[in-house]
């Protein structure tokens, strides 16, 4: 997969480009990240790439004009690209959203705009930009950060990035765990701090850990998710298993408070 990430700070993305599943997709060649820089398309002496707002007010605004170059060279890069401006007034960004760029990863590439200062001029995201996606409902100082955790998430999502012991699959809000949470992890020591690994994990019955490790995903989920567990219920529904690990958990509750 392709993504060109048009940014005034290229050297940041070494960040994804130099370290760990990301930078070993890169190595491998499964993801090819490019870094457009719109200072380079910029045509006078001081390559000017910011302004003063029309109307006043404090900041600066990244001009349409080198914005605009830097897409249409990227494009020539990377082939037919869908264009992504991450703003904070775009759509939150979700695990679907992020599997659907994977899946279209073979016929489409990314070209990920990261503004700075006050943001960009509105009539090059009217011009150039298909989508708008945020990482959530915060504000940082550029979409540099953004653009990274886009290309990890979806990094992921491709084929051998990730290998079949450590797949997407078994992550939250994936495969089994749509709209799920992750179960808790332990790894050695048995006891840490005083407190002990919950013994199922220990017995090596595989039947008893794969319903606890449900049961917990289920409650962690019902209980700091609300809002995902109801998504659960409405969209994949429940099993009668899951129904009844809830159900199990509930009683165990009330005898806890009656003891
Ligand atoms: C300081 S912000 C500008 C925010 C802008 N004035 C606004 O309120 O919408 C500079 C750049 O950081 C990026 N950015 C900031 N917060 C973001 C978020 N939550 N999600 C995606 N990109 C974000 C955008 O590319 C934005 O152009």
Redesign the pocket.
């Known amino acids: 997969m392709h993504i060109a990430v048009i940014t005034l700070f290229p050297e940041m993305l070494c960040a994804v480009t130099d370290f760990g599943v990301t930078g070993r997709a890169v190595e491998q060649g499964r993801l090819r990240i490019s870094a457009v820089n719109p200072r380079d398309f910029t045509t006078d002496r001081h390559r000017t790439v910011d302004d003063r707002p029309f109307g006043g007010g404090p900041g600066m605004v990244m001009k349409a004009e080198p914005l605009a170059r830097a897409v249409e060279y990227a494009r020539r890069i990377t082939g037919p690209a869908r264009v992504i401006y991450?703003?904070?007034?775009?759509r939150i960004l979700d695990q679907p959203a992020v599997r659907r760029f994977a899946a279209e990863a073979a016929s489409e590439s990314l070209i990920l705009v990261?503004?700075?200062?006050?943001?960009?001029d509105e009539r090059f995201i009217e011009a150039h930009v298909d989508e708008q996606w945020?990482?959530?409902d915060?504000?940082?100082?550029?979409?540099e950060l953004?653009a990274m955790v886009l290309v990890d998430a979806v990094a992921r999502c491709l084929p051998g990035v990730l290998g079949d012991e450590a797949s997407a699959e078994q992550d939250s809000f994936s495969g089994e765990l749509e709209n799920l949470l992750d179960c808790p992890h332990y790894t050695r020591p048995e006891v840490w701090a005083e407190r002990r690994v919950p013994p199922v994990l220990l017995g090596g019955d595989h039947e008893a850990i794969r319903r606890w490790r449900r049961q917990q995903a289920l409650e962690r989920t019902r209980e700091r998710r609300p809002d995902l567990f109801r998504a659960r219920e409405s969209a994949q529904g429940l099993s009668e298993e899951d129904k009844r690990m809830l159900a199990d958990n509930g009683r165990r509750h009330d005898q806890d408070n009656e003891s």
């Open positions: 991450l703003s904070p007034q775009g990261a503004g700075r200062y006050e943001g960009v945020s990482i959530g915060y504000v940082v100082s550029g979409g953004p």
